[in-house]
Structure formats: structure tokens, C-alpha cells
């Protein structure tokens, strides 16, 4: 399974580079799905206009808009109302999964309600998160970004990675995600966890993790 983790898309041409060498081809050549989930248990984005915006690739964070052969649709919430033939055979196909961010805890709930979390690990295609879109695929995302409570509770992800997230550091719309917070936020984590601001990206190959960067990260490293 191939992942690159970005914190705002694929917005520098660092991680452009990286997406490419994982697709092996062209993106010109590449076949996509966005899937805007997340985006639905999010306060400030969706549904509504921001969905549209990604879906359409009108939003600033490039994803949906890099010039892909095909892009369609995967929304997760209608899956469990379909036969998986329908859908399945179509992930299984794709070059990329485009995933949008919002809330971590919505978009984790149902990609396990959908059975799209059980395909993952089994896919070729390339997986493009962004913010909650990457986040979901580590073991949990601690306190500090629990927003939609799934109907268990906790914080617990699909654990895809060993690692932890903390997108958007010193976002100037977001003035709490700051490194000292994301320091606080690792020490209360269980294992590995980056800061990354919206100019990186974690490039994940068979569980070997490099981070893409033309900005600046931490790694908080537990004991």
C-alpha cells in the first residue's frame, strides 16, 4: 500500500514529485476518486459549497484539479446501501484515492461502515489524504481533535500507519495549531507523531515512512 499524507494537498512541487513517483505514470494517465466523507462532520466545511468546491477541484488545496485522465466520485455514506460489485471492482481498478479532510472521526466510522477500510491495505492504487484524509490512517488522533464522537467514543483510527498526525502547524486561520500544542497534544499520544505544516507531506511505501517537505515538521518520538 502506498500512502502520501499531506496536510493541505498536493500544493508544492516537492510533493507533486513524490505522488508521481508513487503512481509511476503520468498523472495525465492516472485514473481517479475523490472521496469528500470527511467533509460532511466538519462544522466549518460541508455539506454544502466546500464539498462542491473539492469535488470539483474549484478549492485552492490542489487534489481533485492536477489534471488526472478521469476523476469520479466514491461517497462513502452510500455504500452500505449498495452490492459491493457495484463499487468494489471500481476501487480495486482506480490509480488514486483523492481523500478529503474534515473531521477524522466521521470519515473513520464510515470507512469501516462502507467496508472500504477493510479493502485498503489490499489496494495498488495510491491513497492522497489531506488533513482529516490522513489523519484517519493513524492509531488514533488524540483529544485535541475530536470533534463528531463516533458511537463508541474515543479517538481510535484505522491504525493503518504506527504514527500520529498534527496537520496545519502554524496555519494562520488556525492560531491553537501551533508546534508548542502539537508538542502537548504527542506527549499525551503512544507512539510516533509529526507536526507538519501545510508545505509537508509523509510519503508512506510498505511501512517505510519519508517525509516530503518544503516547510518545516517535527517528529515527537516517544520514550
Given at each position: 500500500m502506498k500512502l502520501l499524507l499531506t496536510s493541505a494537498g498536493v500544493n508544492n512541487k516537492s510533493i507533486h514529485d513524490a505522488l508521481v513517483d508513487m503512481l509511476d505514470k503520468p498523472i495525465a494517465d492516472s485514473t481517479a476518486l475523490c472521496i469528500p466523507t470527511a467533509?460532511?462532520?466538519?462544522?466549518?466545511?460541508?455539506?454544502?459549497?466546500?464539498?462542491?468546491?473539492?469535488?470539483?477541484?474549484?478549492?485552492?488545496?490542489?487534489?481533485?484539479?492536477?489534471?488526472?485522465?478521469?476523476?469520479?466520485?466514491?461517497?462513502?455514506?452510500?455504500?452500505?446501501?449498495?452490492?459491493?460489485?457495484?463499487?468494489v471492482p471500481l476501487v480495486r481498478e482506480t490509480d488514486?484515492?483523492?481523500?478529503?479532510?474534515?473531521?477524522?472521526?466521521?470519515?473513520?466510522?464510515?470507512?469501516?461502515?462502507?467496508?472500504?477500510a477493510d479493502l485498503l491495505p489490499s489496494l495498488r492504487s495510491v491513497y492522497v489524504g489531506m488533513s482529516a484524509g490522513s489523519m484517519v490512517m493513524a492509531p488514533n488522533i488524540g483529544e485535541f481533535f475530536v470533534g463528531w464522537t463516533p458511537p463508541n467514543g474515543g479517538d481510535k483510527?484505522?491504525?493503518?500507519?504506527?504514527?500520529?498526525?498534527?496537520?496545519?502547524?502554524?496555519?494562520e486561520m488556525l492560531p491553537y495549531n501551533t508546534m508548542a500544542a502539537a508538542e502537548k497534544w504527542a506527549a499525551g499520544m503512544q507512539g510516533p507523531a509529526y507536526a507538519i505544516d501545510d508545505q509537508t507531506a509523509i510519503k508512506v511505501i510498505d511501512g517505510a515512512v519519508e517525509v516530503v517537505s518544503e516547510g518545516h515538521w517535527k517528529l515527537f518520538a516517544q520514550s
Open positions: 467533509m460532511y462532520g466538519h462544522p466549518w466545511v460541508g455539506p454544502g459549497v466546500k464539498t462542491w468546491e473539492f469535488i470539483s477541484g474549484k478549492e485552492e488545496n490542489p487534489m481533485v484539479n492536477l489534471g488526472w485522465k478521469s476523476v469520479g466520485v466514491l461517497e462513502l455514506t452510500a455504500l452500505p446501501s449498495i452490492d459491493k460489485d457495484r463499487w488514486v484515492l483523492l481523500v478529503a479532510g474534515g473531521d477524522a472521526l466521521y470519515l473513520c466510522h464510515w470507512m469501516r461502515q462502507s467496508g472500504l483510527t484505522l491504525s493503518l500507519v504506527d504514527f500520529a498526525m498534527f496537520p496545519h502547524v502554524d496555519h
